[in-house]
């Protein structure tokens, strides 16, 4: 067995000290509300967003089809889901393919005052055009009409694309931890560790 620790950050925003902009969608994307037939929808881009990323080796539901399903069944299940935080973006396709759904995020409440950023994903063919910032001042939004006063979420410290989105938004940095991974093999490392 091999043990790996994952670096993580946990990151915040609030509403009291940060305006949230609109979220503007590049020509041909548009939003899709959440509704209860949409849960695989959102499991399948989910799995499509990290099954060759990093975090599908910090979470093991993040590495196959079956753990997104259940990842987003908990989700929704929660006592805390929030639907107005919880949006997929739908690009209307082109002279090469039809309309496909491309990102997803969820939001959840944690407490009175406090909501939590579940999963962000952009599927790799849509990245580096503004929906990963788009997704997330959407979801904020909807935090913020929720009532809550801050919104935290969770990112892997190597992920520098995740890490740098949520900073240029107005996230801080509010504390560190790690994350232990026992997988097979032999070799003791730390990862994550910039
Ligand atoms: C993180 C992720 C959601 C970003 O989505 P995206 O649509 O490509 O991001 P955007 O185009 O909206 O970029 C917004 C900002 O993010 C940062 N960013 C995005 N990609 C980056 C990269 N490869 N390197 C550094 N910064 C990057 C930049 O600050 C960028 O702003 P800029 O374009 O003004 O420089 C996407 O890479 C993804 O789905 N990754 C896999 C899943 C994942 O790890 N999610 C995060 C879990 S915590």
């Not at 908990?74 to 949006?87: K, L, N, P, S």
């Not at 409440?109 to 959407?138: C, D, F, M, Y």
Request: net charge positive.
């Amino acid at each position: 067995m091999s043990t790996t620790y994952y670096k993580r950050y946990r990151m915040e925003f609030d509403f009291r000290k940060a305006t949230v902009p609109d979220p503007q969608l590049p020509d041909g994307y548009d939003w899709v509300p959440w509704q209860k037939a949409l849960g695989l929808v959102h499991a399948r881009v989910k799995y499509e967003c990290f099954q060759s990323e990093l975090d599908s080796h910090v979470f093991a539901s993040l590495r196959d089809l079956a753990g997104c399903e259940r990842l987003m069944g908990d989700i929704v299940a929660h006592e805390g889901f929030i639907r107005q935080a919880t949006w997929l973006v739908r690009f209307s396709g082109n002279e090469f393919h039809g309309p496909v759904m491309c990102a997803t995020i969820q939001g959840l409440r944690s407490n009175r005052w406090v909501g939590s950023i579940q999963n962000v994903g952009v599927i790799p063919e849509h990245r580096g055009l503004g929906l990963g910032k788009a997704l997330v001042l959407q979801a904020l939004e909807g935090f913020r009409s929720a009532g809550l006063h801050r919104v935290a979420l969770e990112v892997t410290a190597a992920n520098k694309p995740a890490v740098e989105l949520y900073r240029r938004l107005g996230f801080h940095h509010v504390s560190t931890n790690y994350r232990e991974v026992t997988t097979p093999g032999a070799v003791r490392e730390l990862a994550g560790a910039s």
